[in-house]
Protein backbone atom coordinates (compact mmCIF):
# COMPACT_ATOMS: atom_id res chain seq x y z
CA UNK A 1 0.00 0.00 0.00
CA UNK A 2 1.35 3.59 -0.64
CA UNK A 3 1.93 5.89 1.93
CA UNK A 4 1.01 9.47 2.27
CA UNK A 5 4.40 10.55 2.16
CA UNK A 6 5.77 8.86 -0.53
CA UNK A 7 2.75 9.90 -2.25
CA UNK A 8 3.61 13.72 -1.17
CA UNK A 9 7.60 12.99 -2.46
CA UNK A 10 5.68 11.63 -5.60
CA UNK A 11 3.93 15.05 -6.60
CA UNK A 12 6.77 17.11 -5.78
CA UNK A 13 8.64 15.44 -7.85
CA UNK A 14 6.05 15.71 -10.65
CA UNK A 15 5.65 19.13 -9.64
CA UNK A 16 9.57 19.98 -10.67
CA UNK A 17 9.01 17.98 -13.89
CA UNK A 18 5.71 20.59 -14.74
CA UNK A 19 8.18 23.11 -14.11
CA UNK A 20 11.29 21.85 -15.57
CA UNK A 21 11.05 20.89 -19.60
CA UNK A 22 14.06 20.14 -21.24
CA UNK A 23 15.06 22.62 -24.50
CA UNK A 24 13.47 20.93 -26.91
CA UNK A 25 9.40 20.98 -25.17
CA UNK A 26 9.99 24.33 -23.82
CA UNK A 27 8.22 25.52 -27.06
CA UNK A 28 5.95 22.89 -27.81
CA UNK A 29 2.09 23.35 -26.41
CA UNK A 30 1.33 20.53 -25.30
CA UNK A 31 -2.20 20.89 -24.93
CA UNK A 32 -4.94 22.68 -27.66
CA UNK A 33 -6.90 25.63 -26.41
CA UNK A 34 -9.99 27.05 -28.51
CA UNK A 35 -11.33 30.09 -27.71
CA UNK A 36 -14.70 28.92 -28.48
CA UNK A 37 -16.92 26.79 -26.65
CA UNK A 38 -19.34 26.11 -29.93
CA UNK A 39 -17.50 25.62 -33.45
CA UNK A 40 -19.22 26.13 -37.20
CA UNK A 41 -18.50 23.76 -40.12
CA UNK A 42 -16.10 25.33 -41.87
CA UNK A 43 -15.02 24.94 -45.64
CA UNK A 44 -13.75 26.62 -48.19
CA UNK A 45 -15.53 26.09 -51.58
CA UNK A 46 -19.09 25.84 -50.63
CA UNK A 47 -21.82 25.58 -47.64
CA UNK A 48 -25.10 24.54 -47.55
CA UNK A 49 -27.74 24.72 -44.05
CA UNK A 50 -30.85 23.63 -44.03
CA UNK A 51 -33.13 21.87 -41.25
CA UNK A 52 -33.23 18.22 -42.72
CA UNK A 53 -30.17 16.21 -43.43
CA UNK A 54 -31.10 15.01 -46.79
CA UNK A 55 -31.88 18.21 -48.39
CA UNK A 56 -28.29 19.52 -46.94
CA UNK A 57 -26.81 16.65 -48.99
CA UNK A 58 -28.87 17.52 -51.90
CA UNK A 59 -27.72 20.72 -51.99
CA UNK A 60 -24.05 19.74 -51.41
CA UNK A 61 -24.17 17.63 -53.97
CA UNK A 62 -25.49 20.16 -56.78
CA UNK A 63 -22.93 21.93 -56.14
CA UNK A 64 -20.29 18.63 -56.09
CA UNK A 65 -21.74 18.87 -59.88
CA UNK A 66 -20.90 22.34 -60.67
CA UNK A 67 -24.63 24.13 -59.91
CA UNK A 68 -24.06 27.18 -58.26
CA UNK A 69 -25.77 28.68 -54.87
CA UNK A 70 -29.30 28.98 -57.03
CA UNK A 71 -29.08 25.62 -58.48
CA UNK A 72 -28.79 24.34 -54.93
CA UNK A 73 -31.36 25.87 -53.45
CA UNK A 74 -33.84 25.13 -55.97
CA UNK A 75 -32.62 21.52 -55.66
CA UNK A 76 -33.15 21.53 -51.67
CA UNK A 77 -36.53 23.68 -52.01
CA UNK A 78 -37.72 20.80 -54.48
CA UNK A 79 -36.40 17.81 -51.95
CA UNK A 80 -37.98 19.26 -48.78
CA UNK A 81 -41.15 19.03 -50.14
CA UNK A 82 -40.20 15.15 -50.19
CA UNK A 83 -38.43 14.97 -47.06
CA UNK A 84 -39.54 17.67 -44.60
CA UNK A 85 -43.45 17.51 -45.59
CA UNK A 86 -44.64 19.43 -42.65
CA UNK A 87 -43.28 22.71 -44.04
CA UNK A 88 -41.22 21.83 -47.13
CA UNK A 89 -43.54 22.29 -49.91
CA UNK A 90 -44.94 22.14 -53.84
CA UNK A 91 -48.12 23.83 -51.93
CA UNK A 92 -47.20 26.89 -50.14
CA UNK A 93 -45.05 30.15 -50.33
CA UNK A 94 -42.00 31.72 -49.34
CA UNK A 95 -39.08 34.32 -49.99
CA UNK A 96 -35.66 34.59 -51.42
CA UNK A 97 -32.66 36.14 -51.40
CA UNK A 98 -30.09 36.20 -53.90
CA UNK A 99 -26.86 37.57 -54.07
CA UNK A 100 -24.97 37.14 -57.19
CA UNK A 101 -21.50 39.37 -57.12
CA UNK A 102 -20.38 39.81 -60.42
CA UNK A 103 -19.73 43.15 -58.33
CA UNK A 104 -19.46 43.37 -54.77
CA UNK A 105 -21.83 44.62 -52.18
CA UNK A 106 -25.67 44.77 -50.89
CA UNK A 107 -26.68 46.47 -53.71
CA UNK A 108 -26.41 43.23 -55.80
CA UNK A 109 -29.00 41.12 -54.03
CA UNK A 110 -32.34 40.07 -55.74
CA UNK A 111 -35.56 39.68 -53.87
CA UNK A 112 -38.16 36.92 -54.93
CA UNK A 113 -41.80 37.95 -53.08
CA UNK A 114 -43.66 34.10 -54.38
CA UNK A 115 -46.40 34.51 -51.54
CA UNK A 116 -49.46 32.88 -51.65
CA UNK A 117 -52.29 35.10 -52.62
CA UNK A 118 -56.11 35.36 -52.26
CA UNK A 119 -58.13 33.38 -54.65
CA UNK A 120 -60.55 35.45 -56.60
CA UNK A 121 -63.78 34.01 -54.79
CA UNK A 122 -61.96 35.27 -51.92
CA UNK A 123 -63.24 37.59 -49.07
CA UNK A 124 -63.74 38.26 -45.32
CA UNK A 125 -67.46 37.58 -45.73
CA UNK A 126 -66.70 33.64 -47.58
CA UNK A 127 -65.24 33.08 -43.84
CA UNK A 128 -68.39 34.27 -41.31
CA UNK A 129 -71.36 32.59 -40.87
CA UNK A 130 -74.75 33.97 -40.28
CA UNK A 131 -74.03 35.68 -37.20
CA UNK A 132 -70.88 37.45 -38.20
CA UNK A 133 -68.72 35.00 -36.27
CA UNK A 134 -65.47 34.09 -37.85
CA UNK A 135 -65.20 30.60 -39.21
CA UNK A 136 -62.08 29.49 -37.74
CA UNK A 137 -62.32 26.06 -38.68
CA UNK A 138 -62.35 27.02 -42.58
CA UNK A 139 -59.47 29.23 -42.22
CA UNK A 140 -57.25 26.78 -40.92
CA UNK A 141 -58.23 23.62 -42.28
CA UNK A 142 -59.77 22.09 -45.57
CA UNK A 143 -60.13 23.30 -48.84
CA UNK A 144 -60.65 26.76 -47.88
CA UNK A 145 -57.77 27.83 -45.76
CA UNK A 146 -55.48 27.84 -49.13
CA UNK A 147 -54.00 30.29 -50.64
CA UNK A 148 -52.98 29.93 -54.75
CA UNK A 149 -49.45 28.58 -53.96
CA UNK A 150 -46.09 30.67 -55.19
CA UNK A 151 -43.49 28.40 -54.42
CA UNK A 152 -43.21 26.23 -58.03
CA UNK A 153 -43.08 29.54 -59.50
CA UNK A 154 -40.60 31.02 -57.25
CA UNK A 155 -38.26 28.22 -57.67
CA UNK A 156 -38.59 28.23 -61.41
CA UNK A 157 -37.85 31.88 -61.63
CA UNK A 158 -34.54 32.02 -59.36
CA UNK A 159 -33.04 28.91 -61.57
CA UNK A 160 -34.22 30.81 -65.10
CA UNK A 161 -33.14 34.08 -63.93
CA UNK A 162 -29.74 32.63 -62.20
CA UNK A 163 -28.91 28.81 -62.34
CA UNK A 164 -26.39 26.99 -64.20
CA UNK A 165 -27.61 23.56 -64.48
CA UNK A 166 -30.30 22.27 -65.98
CA UNK A 167 -34.14 22.00 -65.00
CA UNK A 168 -33.96 18.06 -65.30
CA UNK A 169 -30.80 17.87 -63.06
CA UNK A 170 -31.99 20.21 -60.01
CA UNK A 171 -35.11 18.39 -60.13
CA UNK A 172 -33.44 14.78 -60.15
CA UNK A 173 -32.71 13.78 -56.49
CA UNK A 174 -36.27 15.07 -55.44
CA UNK A 175 -37.63 12.64 -57.79
CA UNK A 176 -35.64 9.75 -57.28
CA UNK A 177 -36.52 10.33 -52.89
CA UNK A 178 -40.19 10.42 -53.70
CA UNK A 179 -40.01 7.35 -56.37
CA UNK A 180 -37.83 5.49 -53.62
CA UNK A 181 -38.47 6.10 -50.61
CA UNK A 182 -36.98 7.85 -47.97
CA UNK A 183 -36.35 6.56 -44.36
CA UNK A 184 -38.50 7.78 -42.16
CA UNK A 185 -36.89 9.59 -39.19
CA UNK A 186 -38.13 9.85 -35.61
CA UNK A 187 -38.70 13.30 -35.71
CA UNK A 188 -40.59 12.59 -39.11
CA UNK A 189 -42.80 9.95 -37.20
CA UNK A 190 -43.35 12.23 -34.34
CA UNK A 191 -44.83 15.31 -36.73
CA UNK A 192 -46.89 12.68 -38.78
CA UNK A 193 -48.49 11.01 -35.83
CA UNK A 194 -49.49 14.24 -34.85
CA UNK A 195 -50.94 15.55 -38.49
CA UNK A 196 -53.25 12.66 -38.90
CA UNK A 197 -55.60 13.96 -36.23
CA UNK A 198 -56.18 16.46 -39.34
CA UNK A 199 -55.46 14.51 -42.21
CA UNK A 200 -58.08 11.75 -40.95
CA UNK A 201 -60.29 14.23 -42.40
CA UNK A 202 -59.22 14.18 -46.11
CA UNK A 203 -58.82 10.27 -47.79
CA UNK A 204 -56.30 11.66 -50.31
CA UNK A 205 -54.19 13.14 -47.31
CA UNK A 206 -54.38 9.36 -45.15
CA UNK A 207 -53.03 7.55 -47.80
CA UNK A 208 -50.19 9.91 -48.65
CA UNK A 209 -48.97 10.04 -45.49
CA UNK A 210 -50.35 6.66 -43.51
CA UNK A 211 -49.43 3.55 -43.68
CA UNK A 212 -52.09 1.34 -45.82
CA UNK A 213 -54.31 0.05 -42.47
CA UNK A 214 -54.32 4.30 -41.36
CA UNK A 215 -51.89 3.94 -39.02
CA UNK A 216 -48.67 6.68 -38.61
CA UNK A 217 -45.62 5.52 -40.23
CA UNK A 218 -43.23 4.26 -37.83
CA UNK A 219 -39.36 5.43 -37.19
CA UNK A 220 -37.50 2.86 -39.29
CA UNK A 221 -40.16 3.02 -42.01
CA UNK A 222 -39.90 3.45 -45.77
CA UNK A 223 -42.03 6.21 -47.51
CA UNK A 224 -42.55 6.56 -50.37
CA UNK A 225 -44.70 9.34 -52.36
CA UNK A 226 -45.58 8.23 -55.70
CA UNK A 227 -48.48 11.02 -56.41
CA UNK A 228 -46.17 13.21 -55.56
CA UNK A 229 -43.36 11.81 -57.79
CA UNK A 230 -45.93 12.15 -60.49
CA UNK A 231 -46.03 15.61 -60.11
CA UNK A 232 -42.50 16.17 -59.46
CA UNK A 233 -41.80 14.87 -62.91
CA UNK A 234 -44.46 17.12 -64.62
CA UNK A 235 -42.73 20.05 -63.31
CA UNK A 236 -39.32 18.74 -64.67
CA UNK A 237 -40.61 18.06 -68.03
CA UNK A 238 -43.18 21.18 -68.39
CA UNK A 239 -41.79 23.32 -65.72
CA UNK A 240 -43.74 25.94 -63.93
CA UNK A 241 -46.42 25.82 -66.53
CA UNK A 242 -47.49 21.99 -64.55
CA UNK A 243 -48.47 23.27 -61.78
CA UNK A 244 -50.22 26.71 -62.54
CA UNK A 245 -52.08 26.20 -66.17
CA UNK A 246 -51.18 22.16 -66.78
CA UNK A 247 -52.06 18.50 -65.30
CA UNK A 248 -51.44 19.26 -61.86
CA UNK A 249 -53.33 22.67 -61.98
CA UNK A 250 -56.10 20.60 -63.46
CA UNK A 251 -56.30 18.11 -60.77
CA UNK A 252 -56.33 20.77 -57.99
CA UNK A 253 -59.00 22.98 -60.07
CA UNK A 254 -61.33 19.74 -60.45
CA UNK A 255 -61.06 18.81 -56.48
CA UNK A 256 -61.44 22.23 -55.55
CA UNK A 257 -64.33 22.39 -57.58
CA UNK A 258 -66.09 19.00 -55.86
CA UNK A 259 -65.11 20.03 -52.26
CA UNK A 260 -66.24 23.41 -52.18
CA UNK A 261 -62.41 25.07 -51.89
CA UNK A 262 -62.04 28.76 -53.30
CA UNK A 263 -58.92 28.44 -55.86
CA UNK A 264 -59.97 28.04 -59.65
CA UNK A 265 -57.77 26.89 -62.49
CA UNK A 266 -58.22 30.93 -63.43
CA UNK A 267 -56.75 31.73 -59.83
CA UNK A 268 -53.29 29.28 -60.66
CA UNK A 269 -52.84 30.49 -64.30
CA UNK A 270 -52.77 34.11 -62.91
CA UNK A 271 -50.43 33.50 -60.18
CA UNK A 272 -46.93 35.86 -60.43
CA UNK A 273 -43.93 36.32 -58.71
CA UNK A 274 -43.29 39.61 -57.59
CA UNK A 275 -39.40 40.79 -58.01
CA UNK A 276 -39.03 43.27 -55.12
CA UNK A 277 -36.25 45.96 -54.15
CA UNK A 278 -34.50 44.82 -50.96
CA UNK A 279 -34.40 47.47 -47.95
CA UNK A 280 -31.72 47.83 -45.52
CA UNK A 281 -30.72 49.01 -42.65
CA UNK A 282 -26.90 49.55 -41.43
CA UNK A 283 -25.88 48.59 -38.29
CA UNK A 284 -22.42 49.12 -36.89
CA UNK A 285 -21.31 49.75 -39.99
CA UNK A 286 -22.78 46.77 -41.83
CA UNK A 287 -25.79 46.68 -44.31
CA UNK A 288 -28.31 44.31 -42.90
CA UNK A 289 -29.99 43.36 -46.52
CA UNK A 290 -34.09 41.86 -46.08
CA UNK A 291 -37.52 41.43 -47.91
CA UNK A 292 -39.64 43.98 -48.08
CA UNK A 293 -43.64 43.80 -47.96
CA UNK A 294 -45.35 41.50 -48.11
CA UNK A 295 -42.78 40.48 -45.08
CA UNK A 296 -43.55 42.64 -42.06
CA UNK A 297 -40.66 40.00 -40.72
CA UNK A 298 -38.14 42.67 -42.61
CA UNK A 299 -39.34 45.82 -41.65
CA UNK A 300 -39.56 45.14 -37.84
CA UNK A 301 -36.12 43.74 -37.80
CA UNK A 302 -34.58 46.51 -39.32
CA UNK A 303 -36.21 49.08 -37.06
CA UNK A 304 -35.61 47.46 -34.73
CA UNK A 305 -31.86 47.33 -35.17
CA UNK A 306 -32.24 51.35 -35.67
CA UNK A 307 -33.52 51.06 -32.29
CA UNK A 308 -30.67 49.10 -30.63
CA UNK A 309 -27.91 51.25 -32.79
CA UNK A 310 -28.80 54.15 -30.03
CA UNK A 311 -27.49 51.60 -27.57
CA UNK A 312 -23.67 50.40 -27.73
CA UNK A 313 -24.53 46.87 -27.27
CA UNK A 314 -20.81 45.50 -27.07
CA UNK A 315 -20.39 47.18 -23.47
CA UNK A 316 -23.77 45.44 -22.14
CA UNK A 317 -22.33 41.73 -21.71
CA UNK A 318 -23.78 39.12 -23.79
CA UNK A 319 -26.74 37.29 -21.76
CA UNK A 320 -26.81 39.92 -19.02
CA UNK A 321 -30.15 41.08 -17.62
CA UNK A 322 -28.84 45.06 -19.74
CA UNK A 323 -28.47 43.46 -22.65
CA UNK A 324 -31.32 41.45 -22.46
CA UNK A 325 -33.60 44.19 -20.74
CA UNK A 326 -32.59 46.56 -23.90
CA UNK A 327 -33.41 43.71 -26.54
CA UNK A 328 -37.12 42.90 -24.53
CA UNK A 329 -37.77 46.63 -24.71
CA UNK A 330 -37.05 46.90 -28.41
CA UNK A 331 -38.79 44.02 -29.30
CA UNK A 332 -41.98 45.65 -27.29
CA UNK A 333 -42.08 48.60 -29.85
CA UNK A 334 -40.89 46.74 -32.90
CA UNK A 335 -43.87 44.37 -32.44
CA UNK A 336 -46.32 46.82 -31.66
CA UNK A 337 -45.43 48.82 -34.91
CA UNK A 338 -45.33 45.94 -37.15
CA UNK A 339 -49.47 44.92 -36.79
CA UNK A 340 -50.70 47.58 -38.61
CA UNK A 341 -50.20 49.36 -41.83
CA UNK A 342 -48.90 47.19 -43.55
CA UNK A 343 -49.96 44.58 -46.44
CA UNK A 344 -49.41 43.80 -49.84
CA UNK A 345 -47.67 47.04 -51.90
CA UNK A 346 -49.54 46.19 -54.78
CA UNK A 347 -52.71 47.03 -52.96
CA UNK A 348 -51.46 49.42 -50.11
CA UNK A 349 -49.08 52.09 -49.79
CA UNK A 350 -46.66 51.17 -46.71
CA UNK A 351 -44.23 53.97 -45.86
CA UNK A 352 -41.36 51.97 -45.36
CA UNK A 353 -38.97 54.67 -45.49
CA UNK A 354 -41.13 56.49 -42.23
CA UNK A 355 -40.86 52.71 -40.83
CA UNK A 356 -36.87 52.85 -41.02
CA UNK A 357 -36.16 56.60 -40.33
CA UNK A 358 -33.78 57.07 -37.82
CA UNK A 359 -35.92 59.96 -36.38
CA UNK A 360 -38.53 56.96 -35.63
CA UNK A 361 -35.98 54.69 -34.37
CA UNK A 362 -34.75 57.98 -32.02
CA UNK A 363 -38.26 58.46 -30.85
CA UNK A 364 -38.48 54.81 -30.16
CA UNK A 365 -35.32 54.77 -28.04
CA UNK A 366 -36.51 57.34 -26.20
CA UNK A 367 -39.66 55.83 -24.73
CA UNK A 368 -37.00 52.71 -23.27
CA UNK A 369 -36.28 53.18 -19.56
CA UNK A 370 -33.28 51.52 -19.00
CA UNK A 371 -33.73 50.38 -15.37
CA UNK A 372 -37.20 49.33 -16.03
CA UNK A 373 -39.80 47.36 -18.39
CA UNK A 374 -42.77 49.26 -19.68
CA UNK A 375 -45.88 47.52 -19.36
CA UNK A 376 -47.19 46.24 -22.61
CA UNK A 377 -50.70 48.42 -21.60
CA UNK A 378 -49.01 51.55 -22.02
CA UNK A 379 -47.22 50.30 -25.32
CA UNK A 380 -48.96 51.94 -28.72
CA UNK A 381 -48.03 51.49 -32.57
CA UNK A 382 -46.48 54.74 -33.98
CA UNK A 383 -47.34 56.42 -37.22
CA UNK A 384 -44.70 56.50 -39.54
CA UNK A 385 -46.82 58.10 -42.48
CA UNK A 386 -45.12 61.42 -41.39
CA UNK A 387 -41.95 60.17 -41.47
CA UNK A 388 -42.33 58.95 -44.96
CA UNK A 389 -39.16 60.28 -47.55
CA UNK A 390 -45.07 28.45 -36.79
CA UNK A 391 -44.47 26.04 -39.33
CA UNK A 392 -41.95 27.08 -41.86
CA UNK A 393 -38.22 26.32 -42.69
CA UNK A 394 -35.34 28.38 -44.16
CA UNK A 395 -31.85 27.53 -45.53
CA UNK A 396 -29.06 29.15 -46.83
CA UNK A 397 -26.32 28.15 -49.43
CA UNK A 398 -23.29 30.15 -50.25
CA UNK A 399 -20.93 28.86 -53.23
CA UNK A 400 -17.56 28.95 -54.19
CA UNK A 401 -17.62 31.72 -55.79
CA UNK A 402 -19.60 33.58 -53.20
CA UNK A 403 -23.13 33.76 -55.02
CA UNK A 404 -25.24 33.25 -51.84
CA UNK A 405 -29.40 32.06 -51.28
CA UNK A 406 -31.14 33.13 -48.50
CA UNK A 407 -34.87 30.95 -48.71
CA UNK A 408 -37.73 30.59 -46.22
CA UNK A 409 -40.95 29.19 -47.07
CA UNK A 410 -43.85 27.48 -45.51
CA UNK A 411 -46.91 26.10 -45.29
CA UNK A 412 -48.57 28.06 -42.56
CA UNK A 413 -49.32 25.57 -39.89
CA UNK A 414 -47.35 22.11 -39.79
CA UNK A 415 -48.19 20.04 -42.62
CA UNK A 416 -50.62 23.76 -44.21
CA UNK A 417 -54.16 22.88 -44.33
CA UNK A 418 -53.84 19.11 -43.67
CA UNK A 419 -55.09 18.58 -47.13
CA UNK A 420 -53.49 16.96 -49.96
CA UNK A 421 -54.89 17.23 -53.46
CA UNK A 422 -55.76 13.82 -54.36
CA UNK A 423 -53.10 12.03 -57.21
CA UNK A 424 -50.77 14.86 -56.95
CA UNK A 425 -49.15 14.11 -53.09
CA UNK A 426 -48.98 17.94 -53.23
CA UNK A 427 -50.42 19.64 -49.63
CA UNK A 428 -51.78 22.88 -49.53
CA UNK A 429 -50.78 25.62 -47.19
CA UNK A 430 -53.79 27.51 -45.01
CA UNK A 431 -52.25 30.76 -45.49
CA UNK A 432 -56.30 32.49 -45.89
CA UNK A 433 -55.85 32.44 -41.86
CA UNK A 434 -53.26 35.25 -41.82
CA UNK A 435 -55.24 38.02 -43.43
CA UNK A 436 -56.98 40.05 -40.74
CA UNK A 437 -60.62 39.50 -40.74
CA UNK A 438 -61.76 40.52 -37.54
CA UNK A 439 -61.18 44.41 -38.71
CA UNK A 440 -61.19 43.90 -42.55
CA UNK A 441 -62.40 47.65 -43.35
CA UNK A 442 -59.73 49.05 -41.64
CA UNK A 443 -56.34 46.73 -42.03
CA UNK A 444 -54.27 46.90 -44.54
CA UNK A 445 -53.92 43.61 -44.55
CA UNK A 446 -57.37 42.72 -45.17
CA UNK A 447 -58.72 40.08 -47.53
CA UNK A 448 -58.94 41.04 -51.02
CA UNK A 449 -58.70 39.22 -54.42
CA UNK A 450 -55.29 38.76 -55.48
CA UNK A 451 -53.63 39.93 -52.97
CA UNK A 452 -50.54 38.83 -51.08
CA UNK A 453 -51.08 37.59 -47.38
CA UNK A 454 -48.24 39.31 -45.64
CA UNK A 455 -45.60 37.11 -43.64
CA UNK A 456 -42.82 37.26 -40.58
CA UNK A 457 -40.46 35.09 -42.66
CA UNK A 458 -37.45 37.23 -43.14
CA UNK A 459 -34.72 35.67 -45.37
CA UNK A 460 -31.36 38.46 -44.08
CA UNK A 461 -27.74 38.91 -45.75
CA UNK A 462 -25.36 41.14 -43.81
CA UNK A 463 -22.19 42.81 -45.42
CA UNK A 464 -19.59 43.85 -43.72
CA UNK A 465 -17.42 47.41 -43.54
CA UNK A 466 -15.93 46.81 -47.27
CA UNK A 467 -19.14 45.30 -48.64
CA UNK A 468 -18.50 41.71 -48.19
CA UNK A 469 -20.91 39.36 -48.13
CA UNK A 470 -20.53 38.72 -44.07
CA UNK A 471 -23.47 36.41 -43.03
CA UNK A 472 -26.58 34.91 -44.93
CA UNK A 473 -29.35 33.48 -42.43
CA UNK A 474 -33.13 33.02 -41.52
CA UNK A 475 -35.57 31.03 -39.23
CA UNK A 476 -38.57 29.53 -39.08
CA UNK A 477 -41.24 30.53 -36.13
CA UNK A 478 -43.87 32.79 -36.82
CA UNK A 479 -43.88 35.71 -34.89
CA UNK A 480 -40.70 35.09 -33.13
CA UNK A 481 -39.20 34.72 -36.76
CA UNK A 482 -37.78 38.51 -36.61
CA UNK A 483 -36.97 38.72 -33.00
CA UNK A 484 -34.51 35.85 -33.21
CA UNK A 485 -32.85 37.38 -36.51
CA UNK A 486 -31.96 40.52 -34.42
CA UNK A 487 -30.56 38.51 -31.77
CA UNK A 488 -28.47 36.33 -34.01
CA UNK A 489 -26.87 39.50 -35.74
CA UNK A 490 -26.48 41.06 -32.62
CA UNK A 491 -24.52 38.59 -30.95
CA UNK A 492 -21.91 38.44 -34.24
CA UNK A 493 -22.14 41.92 -34.91
CA UNK A 494 -21.68 43.45 -31.40
CA UNK A 495 -20.30 40.44 -29.36
CA UNK A 496 -18.22 39.21 -32.12
CA UNK A 497 -19.40 35.44 -31.71
CA UNK A 498 -18.58 33.02 -34.64
CA UNK A 499 -21.88 31.69 -35.71
CA UNK A 500 -22.05 28.26 -34.53
CA UNK A 501 -21.83 30.70 -30.68
CA UNK A 502 -24.48 33.10 -31.94
CA UNK A 503 -26.57 29.98 -33.43
CA UNK A 504 -26.55 28.45 -30.00
CA UNK A 505 -27.14 31.16 -27.50
CA UNK A 506 -30.37 31.36 -25.23
CA UNK A 507 -32.81 33.71 -26.89
CA UNK A 508 -35.73 35.67 -25.69
CA UNK A 509 -38.98 36.97 -27.16
CA UNK A 510 -41.23 40.12 -26.50
CA UNK A 511 -44.30 40.32 -27.83
CA UNK A 512 -46.22 43.37 -27.88
CA UNK A 513 -49.75 42.42 -25.87
CA UNK A 514 -48.32 40.01 -23.98
CA UNK A 515 -46.83 40.64 -21.00
CA UNK A 516 -44.21 37.66 -20.88
CA UNK A 517 -40.79 38.09 -21.24
CA UNK A 518 -39.90 34.54 -23.09
CA UNK A 519 -36.75 33.16 -22.31
CA UNK A 520 -35.26 29.81 -23.35
CA UNK A 521 -33.64 27.34 -21.40
CA UNK A 522 -30.12 28.09 -20.72
CA UNK A 523 -30.44 32.08 -19.82
CA UNK A 524 -28.04 33.05 -16.56
CA UNK A 525 -30.62 32.47 -13.41
CA UNK A 526 -28.97 35.35 -12.51
CA UNK A 527 -29.77 37.84 -15.06
CA UNK A 528 -33.50 36.29 -14.70
CA UNK A 529 -33.43 37.43 -11.27
CA UNK A 530 -32.63 40.85 -11.89
CA UNK A 531 -34.86 41.16 -15.03
CA UNK A 532 -37.78 40.20 -12.94
CA UNK A 533 -36.95 42.84 -10.36
CA UNK A 534 -37.06 45.38 -13.64
CA UNK A 535 -40.44 44.44 -13.68
CA UNK A 536 -40.28 41.68 -16.38
CA UNK A 537 -42.69 39.06 -16.08
CA UNK A 538 -40.23 35.65 -16.96
CA UNK A 539 -42.01 32.69 -18.84
CA UNK A 540 -39.11 30.22 -19.51
CA UNK A 541 -40.78 28.80 -22.90
CA UNK A 542 -39.71 26.55 -25.74
CA UNK A 543 -37.05 26.63 -28.04
CA UNK A 544 -37.34 29.74 -30.16
CA UNK A 545 -36.71 29.47 -34.05
CA UNK A 546 -34.19 27.20 -36.15
CA UNK A 547 -31.67 29.75 -37.91
CA UNK A 548 -29.82 28.08 -40.54
CA UNK A 549 -26.90 30.56 -41.11
CA UNK A 550 -23.79 30.82 -42.63
CA UNK A 551 -20.59 33.24 -42.01
CA UNK A 552 -17.69 34.55 -44.24
CA UNK A 553 -14.62 35.46 -42.46
CA UNK A 554 -11.01 35.43 -43.23
CA UNK A 555 -11.33 33.52 -46.45
CA UNK A 556 -13.49 31.05 -44.92
CA UNK A 557 -17.03 29.70 -45.18
CA UNK A 558 -18.68 28.86 -41.87
CA UNK A 559 -21.80 27.51 -41.37
CA UNK A 560 -24.05 26.44 -38.47
CA UNK A 561 -27.36 24.25 -38.43
CA UNK A 562 -29.94 25.49 -35.17
CA UNK A 563 -29.88 22.34 -32.65
CA UNK A 564 -33.44 23.57 -32.00
CA UNK A 565 -34.55 21.21 -34.76
CA UNK A 566 -33.63 17.74 -35.34
CA UNK A 567 -31.86 16.68 -38.10
CA UNK A 568 -30.58 20.03 -39.40
CA UNK A 569 -27.36 19.94 -40.76
CA UNK A 570 -24.10 22.38 -42.03
CA UNK A 571 -22.47 20.47 -44.72
CA UNK A 572 -19.27 22.18 -46.49
CA UNK A 573 -17.31 21.63 -49.78
CA UNK A 574 -13.24 22.30 -49.84
Do not use: C
Not at 293 to 305: E, N, R, W
Not at 446 to 460: A, I, L, Q
Amino acid sequence: MTSFRSLAVTNSILALLLVWQPAWAQNTQSIIRYDSIHHPVAASGGMVVSQNEAASEVGRQILLQGGNAVDAAVAMGFALAVTLPRAGNLGGSGFMLVHMPESSGPDTVSALDFRSVAPAAAGADVFRDEDGDILREALTFGPRAAGVPGTVAGLEQAWHSFGALSWQEVLAPAIEMAEEGIEVSNDLAYALSEALTVMRRYPSSLAAYAREDGSAYAAGDTLIQPDLAWSLRQIRDHGADAFYRGAIAERIAAYMEQAGGLISAEDLAAYEVREREPIATDYRGHRVVTMPPSSVGGLAMLQMLNVLGHYDMARLPQGSAASMHILAETMKLGNANRREGIGDTDFVEVPIAGILSQTVAGEMAARINPDRATPVAEISPMDAFPYESRDTTHFSVVDGEGNAVSLTYTLGYSFGSGLVIPGTGIILDNQMRNFSIRDPDIHANRMEPGKRVVSTMTPTMVFDEEGQLFLVTGTPGGSRIHNVILQLIVNTVDYGMNVAEATHAPRIYQAWREPELGVERGASADSLRVLEAMGHEIEIQQTMGSTQSIMIRDGLIYGAADPRRPGAQALGID
